[in-house]
């Protein structure tokens, strides 16, 4: 598909003197997939089906659940493990331009809690406890209620503790080799993302046991230690994900734990009137960690408020006007970056199509060119000005320093014949707004304007007329990856400013036929972990 629009700039003759030219860019106003945000898929190893059309329309990252027991089965396995089985997982993915989110756990479901065990038809099944060999599970007093997924406590076992598993006394050393190994594997692996810390409680959520007694516990009426909670175990994590973690960052089950840390966030329970205090209101209270730490999660419509509303699945949730406004209002005031539970949509249908689009594009950055300025003829020896204004119209910050590259592209075949990286530019502090008013539908402290000036040395282009374009670079290979959101663009990562001559006068550049950004399915990234 291709955008016709307005006419970006005509360029007028002149002499040998460069004159600069001011252009007004415009928004590409439909929501696309643009890496590291966004709506975040998950599939279940050999079990569910992969959309046929994924990653598109807007996946760019993938949850995986890393098993314990097959990373690490015994305390002498070495991190080569870890990258096996990591590299059988997440294969391919560079080749979609995606990224993996990973999370370690051991626990799926506990058996007390309806938990069954993995299906030997699919090796990598979810369901199931994956305790390293030398590590038995556990054994304590917990019972399953009938018909229930609830547990409970005989009043002769009320101080009974778990034995074994998350209590075993060679735990908190164990966790702290095993993180090293996941460090040493996923730290500057470039198909990496984030990596929520996971390890403990059911899914890796940090509940069945707690991290702390903050919050009172799921089956019981009060925190028994050694049984509904693992005294000790925050600083073994925080610590081990902070010595081990210094690239890629870290995310949390709970805002209330790990005081002494800054961890982000990943709520698995957004827009649940239940949790409006254990989630939202608690990351409220972390102030401005969303400038530097990632806030996600996911839809989780099985429980609570959305249950009672009868909103089974993603498309339901987004259909109900207002579950869909509350949605928007948590992803715009926490600056959430990317949320899952989307699996099983049909983006297929136009009715989810019309209803996620401001979904996807409130989620994480979108970085929107304004006017931009520059010489309209670059002579040998002589410096070439630019400039451009760049607003973050999202929710949250880019959170890498990914650089950002001007290039001079043939005009017919819109190839680079030149590029430069530019220097002193740090995509990360480009933020969004902040205190979002959803009466209003804006923030009420609006985005800075980021005006990025630069003087190039272009040399060695041969004499002609050339296309001036922008692009945002994956440092895995340092190829164009992250779009801006506006319509004067190419295939292949580039946004167009407009027309230049190199020693000598550029024509009139007339061009219209502007590439649809949903369009996208040329970007991929390389296995390079030297940028990394």
């Known amino acids: 598909m291709r955008v016709r629009t307005s006419i970006l700039v005509i360029m007028v003759m002149c002499g040998c003197t460069s004159r600069n030219r001011e252009v007004q860019l415009h928004e590409f106003e439909p929501a696309f997939r643009n890496p590291m945000k966004g709506l975040r898929e998950f599939f279940d190893p050999g079990q569910d089906k992969i959309r046929e059309e994924y990653p598109e329309p807007f996946g760019s990252m993938i949850k995986e659940y890393m098993q314990w027991n097959k990373m ?50 699919y090796p990598d099944d979810m369901d199931g406890v994956f305790w390293p060999s030398d590590i038995p599970g556990e054994t304590g007093p917990y019972k399953q209620i009938p018909g229930s997924v609830g547990a409970y406590v005989d009043p002769a076992d009320s101080l009974t503790p778990i034995v074994g598993g998350y209590f075993d006394p060679r735990f908190p050393d164990r966790v702290d080799k095993f993180v090293r190994k996941l460090g040493e594997a996923w730290d500057n692996d470039p198909r990496v993302a984030y990596v929520e810390m996971g390890i403990i409680g059911e899914w890796g959520e940090h509940h069945d046991p707690d991290i702390t007694t903050f919050w009172p516990p799921h089956d019981e009426p009060k925190h028994v230690a050694n049984r509904t909670w693992i005294p000790g175990i925050d600083k073994v994590l925080g610590d081990a994900f902070t010595k081990y973690f210094k690239n890629k960052k870290v995310m949390v089950r709970y805002a209330y734990d790990f005081p002494d840390y800054e961890f982000g966030i990943y709520w698995d329970s957004w827009s649940i009137d239940e949790e409006i205090e254990r989630g939202y209101n608690q990351m409220r209270s972390l102030g401005d960690r969303w400038k530097t730490q990632v806030i996600g999660g996911e839809i989780t419509w099985g429980w609570g408020s959305l249950a009672l509303k009868k909103l089974r699945g993603f498309p339901a949730c987004i259909a109900d006007s207002t579950t869909h406004a509350l949605m928007i209002e948590q992803i715009r005031n926490l600056h959430c970056n990317h949320l899952g539970g989307v699996t099983w949509t049909n983006f297929k249908d136009p009715k989810v199509m019309e209803d996620v689009q401001d979904i996807q594009k409130a989620l994480g950055y979108r970085f929107v060119i304004g006017k931009a300025r520059y010489g309209t003829r670059i002579n040998s020896g002589k410096p070439w000005k630019l400039s451009f204004d760049v607003t973050n119209t999202g929710s949250s910050p880019f959170y890498y320093p990914w650089p950002v590259q001007v290039a001079l592209l043939d005009k017919k075949s819109h190839k680079p014949v030149w590029t430069e990286v530019l220097k002193d530019v740090d995509i990360r502090t480009w933020l969004p707004g902040d205190n979002y008013d959803p009466v209003q539908g804006k923030y009420l402290n609006p985005a800075p304007v980021n005006r990025i000036r630069t003087e190039l040395n272009v040399q060695n282009v041969p004499e002609g007329e050339y296309v001036v374009a922008l692009s945002i670079l994956d440092p895995a290979g340092m190829l164009p990856s992250v779009r801006f959101a506006n319509k004067e663009a190419y ?13 000598c006068d550029a024509g009139t550049f007339t061009d219209t036929d502007w590439f649809d950004l949903r369009d996208e399915r040329s970007l991929y990234y390389t296995l390079n972990y030297e940028n990394h």
């Open 491 to 503: 295939e292949g990562g580039y946004t167009i400013l407009g027309g230049v001559g190199a020693g």
């Open 72 to 121: 690490e089965n015994v305390e002498s396995d070495g991190v080569d493990k870890v990258i096996a089985y990591s590299n059988h997982r997440w294969k391919g993915v560079e080749d979609m331009n995606v990224k993996v989110i990973p999370r370690p756990y051991i626990v799926w479901l506990e058996p007390w809690h309806g938990g069954k065990p993995s299906d030997p038809r």
